[in-house]
């Protein structure tokens, strides 16, 4: 599978925005699909992610309350809606997908084996 982000931009402290992560390639139903970001001078961090099949939803702590992660599979597409973001928010947003990803794996970096190329995120004050 290959992967496509999109939706970053530079938005003022409060807005929203909406990202997303385009599939091609086969099989879509059966991968499970996170967001990870990284920030200036900051390591990758998982956010969020929806699984295969079950479509369950897994947050970070730091995310939660604040971003929503969901998939439409006839579009092969999975979106990060971002809502009350801040300056440290600012960041390269990635999505990534794994086939069958067993529920322990999916907020673990290391499982995912397809990436796409990272949409800038940029969150002014």
């Known amino acids: 599978v290959q992967l496509q982000a999109c939706g970053g931009g530079l938005v003022q402290a409060g807005a929203s925005r909406r990202l997303s992560c385009l599939a091609s390639?086969?099989?879509?139903?059966?991968?499970?699909v996170a967001w990870f970001r990284q920030g200036p001078g900051k390591e990758r961090e998982f956010l969020a992610a929806?699984?295969?099949?079950?479509?369950?939803?897994y947050y970070s702590d730091s995310v939660k309350d604040r971003f929503i992660v969901f998939r439409d599979n006839a579009k092969s597409t999975v979106y990060l809606q971002m809502d009350s973001l801040q300056p440290e928010d600012t960041a390269i947003y990635y999505c990534?997908?794994?086939?069958?990803?067993?529920?322990?794996?999916?907020?673990?970096?290391?499982?995912?084996?397809?990436w796409g190329q990272g949409t800038l995120v940029t969150v002014s004050s």
């Open positions: 990534a997908a794994e086939s069958c990803l067993h529920d322990d794996y999916n907020i673990t970096e290391r499982y995912y084996n397809f």
């Open positions: 390639g086969r099989a879509f139903n059966s991968y499970s």
């Open positions: 929806v699984r295969y099949g079950t479509s369950r939803l």
